[in-house]
């Protein structure tokens, strides 16, 4: 079936190394390093995505000097201690024919956060403070901007000796190469800058020492935004200029093409662009990159299907994919592909919760779909690439799963691939429970893939799904199960309020259904959890002619969700014209205003002419359960509860409750 993809399943060769495929899984910090180095559960990772088919791994940044730390849990590349943990990674890689290279990194300026929650000593080109994380960094005097280079250098070695294929320079996203390259970032007016020939110096000597420091046919490659998008990045003409520069000396073997930087709000968005974003956005760009080089040229930005990636190929825009996100989701997506089970890929929807939302609060990375990602040693899966599954379990029982949101969906489709089997209940006629309403939300529409994929998982795996059905403590005796998993989800949360007359009072999840129900005028959306329904809800209003407050309990609106999925979010209420007030709690309403309470001050805040529209979160709607939990004894059987039933929190937390609910059976 590969002939489906001619040019996605075509090698690729560069100096000495040909990749099997087109596939890519670029750098990206896991947060799973162990003090700086490779461990066994970063190698379980990776080998997920090996074994799944992938025709080249980049590692993660890795700090090639004691002043690149721009984490906690960097992984390291600054000494030979490194060495051991890289060549098992290697030979783990070439053991299932995948390519490998690793990453080398100084962020300058970009220092996220330090081991012990002070503020770090950073250095760039010049002295030039940076917006997202507020650093002021040091002038680099030129013993340290040698020894820098040296320590690139001596990294590459390092990944030679380990037995890697190639190296990657991340020179892109604003950190230190591109602070050099940069007119506005660096003002020096020496060796190192003045002109774009002296800006250029610092990643042209960086090239120049990897390659003196590996063997021929060791790929060389570089990593560079065609544009940050920030005041003070660099420009798409300065990248392409120096691209041409250093290709006139042949000093690198590939450029992998991103936009963006780390050191703004907006221009970080572009680092791991979220839905609603579009699979290849940036390809025009890579193709202005292939206008002035011969060398291939690898292209990111969610492309999260093989036929997205077939087609940017077939186009002459990139000569490799980039998928990150893809192989987060399915690591066997390759060996699918390859197979023409597209239906079979879990694809990404691009929500950046678990992966880079992870990362950004400092634990190890997973998928809100997939949290057999990131604990690849907890739930171990075995079988052939494109048919892994999880062991069975020691007897199959019959299973009753009630409710037919993503846990109830993982926790089924787990349990009978382990070998159970299992019914699944659904009140509703459609499945999905809160997932169809968050899909209802302007810039949302992906979320609902969330469902899609995990019914068919289900399916797949034999389970036997009844929809239509109001399951009770009768039924579940009936039904003779030896094992019951409650996930039956969440209702609204109705706050108490002060109420005068009768004021219409309306619940988020009724608006996205029906949102002409929303008397015309002012609307109050009052949105205790901060997250993306209050955000989306006022923007959806907004567009239809209402005058929109977003009333949020927290200090920022969409506070909860991911900096990037927030900040677009955020950008696309305010251009609406939403008007967004912080630290607000809902106190009442009347007919013609809504009351609200300063969180910080008490004091009253009244918005005039307005319907008051609460999204206040969710209670357990776990009556069921109780009464279960009751019967369990007599009626002879175990019970277990997945998903908001339990708690009410977010598909995340759901499936992962639904994986664990079904491993201990
Ligand atoms: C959790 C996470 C961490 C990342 N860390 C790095 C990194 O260390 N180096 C890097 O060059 N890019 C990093 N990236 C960006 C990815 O390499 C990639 O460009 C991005 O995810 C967009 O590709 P995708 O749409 O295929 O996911 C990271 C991405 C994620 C999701
Ligand atoms: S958490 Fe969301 S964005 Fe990240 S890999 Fe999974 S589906 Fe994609």
Same mark, same amino acid.
Not at 635 to 645: E, K
């Given at each position: ?406 846990? &109830? =969906?993982?926790? @089924?489709?787990?349990? $009978?691939?382990? %070998? !159970? #089997? /299992? +019914? *699944? ?108 329904? &209050? =955000?989306?809800? @006022?923007?959806?209003? $907004?567009?239809? %002619? !209402? #005058? /929109? +407050? *977003? ?115």
């Amino acid at each position: 079936m590969t002939q489906r993809f001619p040019n996605l399943f075509s090698p690729l060769t560069i100096g000495g190394v040909t990749i099997k495929n087109r596939i890519m899984s670029s750098g990206h910090d896991t947060v799973m390093a162990e003090r700086g180095l490779i461990g066994d559960q970063l190698l379980a990772y990776q080998e997920a995505r090996a074994r799944g088919g992938v025709g080249l791994i980049v590692t993660q940044a890795s700090g090639v000097h004691p002043t690149a730390r721009y984490t906690p849990t960097e992984l390291t590349i600054d000494s030979d201690e490194a060495i051991p943990g890289y060549r098992r990674l290697a030979d783990m890689a070439h053991a299932n024919g995948t390519a490998i290279f690793g990453q080398l990194f100084h962020g300058g300026r970009e220092i996220v956060m330090t081991e012990d929650g002070t503020l770090a000593v950073a250095w760039s080109a010049s002295s030039v403070p940076a917006e997202r994380y507020h650093v002021f960094p040091r002038a680099m005097p030129e013993p340290l901007i040698l020894e820098i280079i040296a320590s690139f250098g001596a990294a590459a070695r390092r990944l030679v000796d380990a037995g890697l294929d190639g190296c990657e320079i991340l020179a892109g996203w604003g950190y230190l190469p591109a602070q050099f390259l940069s007119s506005k970032t660096n003002l020096r007016d020496d060796a190192w800058g003045g002109d774009a020939t002296r800006r250029q110096r610092f990643i042209r000597e960086v090239l120049a020492a990897c390659r003196a420091a590996v063997p021929e046919g060791f790929v060389v490659g570089v990593r560079i935004s065609i544009g940050e998008a920030a005041p003070d990045g660099v420009t798409e003409e300065e990248a392409l200029a120096a691209i041409a520069a250093y290709d006139a000396d042949n000093l690198f073997d590939y450029v992998s093409v991103v936009k963006g930087t780390s050191g703004t709000l907006s221009g970080s968005g572009h680092i791991v662009p979220p839905s609603p974003v579009v699979s290849g956005y940036i390809a025009p760009l890579a193709a202005r990159v292939k206008k002035i080089t011969a060398k291939p040229v690898f292209l990111a930005g969610r492309i999260n299907q093989p036929q997205d990636a077939e087609n940017i190929l077939a186009r002459g825009e990139a000569d490799m994919c980039i998928m990150t996100r893809a192989l987060i989701t399915d690591p066997e997506m390759p060996a699918k592909a390859a197979e023409g089970r597209l239906d079979d890929i879990r694809a990404c929807v691009g929500c950046n919760q678990a992966c880079i939302g992870h990362f950004h609060a400092g634990y190890p990375i997973s998928c809100i779909q997939f949290p057999e990602t990131g604990r690849e040693r907890l739930f171990p899966r075995i079988g052939a690439a494109g048919h892994q599954r999880h062991a069975a379990a020691a007897t199959s029982k019959r299973v009753l799963v009630i409710g037919g949101g993503p846990a &109830g =969906l993982k926790a @089924a489709a787990i349990a $009978a691939e382990r %070998g !159970h #089997r /299992v +019914t *699944l209940v659904e009140a509703d006629r459609r499945l999905g429970g809160q997932v169809r309403l968050a899909q209802l939300v302007p810039g949302r529409e992906e979320i609902g893939g969330v469902i899609g994929n995990l019914e068919r998982e289900a399916r797949q795996a034999g389970v036997e799904i009844v929809m239509g059905v109001q399951a009770d403590a009768a039924y579940v005796r009936a039904a003779g199960a030896e094992v019951v998993i409650v996930a039956t989800g969440a209702t609204p949360y109705r706050p108490p309020l002060e109420l005068m007359g009768e004021p219409t009072i309306l619940q988020a999840w009724d608006v996205l259904r029906t949102p002409g129900m929303v008397p015309a005028g002012g609307v109050v959306v009052a949105d205790f959890r901060s997250d993306w329904t &209050g =955000l989306g809800l @006022a923007t959806m209003l $907004a567009g239809r %002619g !209402h #005058r /929109v +407050t *977003l009333a949020v309990n927290g200090t920022m609106a969409g506070q909860l969700c991911q900096q990037y999925v927030r900040d677009m979010m955020t950008a696309t209420a305010r251009r609406a014209r939403v008007t967004i007030l912080t630290t607000m709690r809902v106190f009442g309403a009347d007919a013609s205003a809504v009351f609200l309470q300063d969180a910080l001050t008490d004091e009253a805040v009244v918005i005039e002419d307005a319907t008051l529209v609460l999204a206040y979160g969710h209670q357990p709607a776990d009556a069921l359960l109780a009464e279960l939990e009751f019967d369990a004894a007599d009626g002879g059987y175990q019970v277990l509860a997945a998903g908001d039933v339990l708690s009410p929190r977010t598909i995340e937390e759901a499936v992962l409750d639904g994986l664990r609910a079904a491993y201990t059976i």
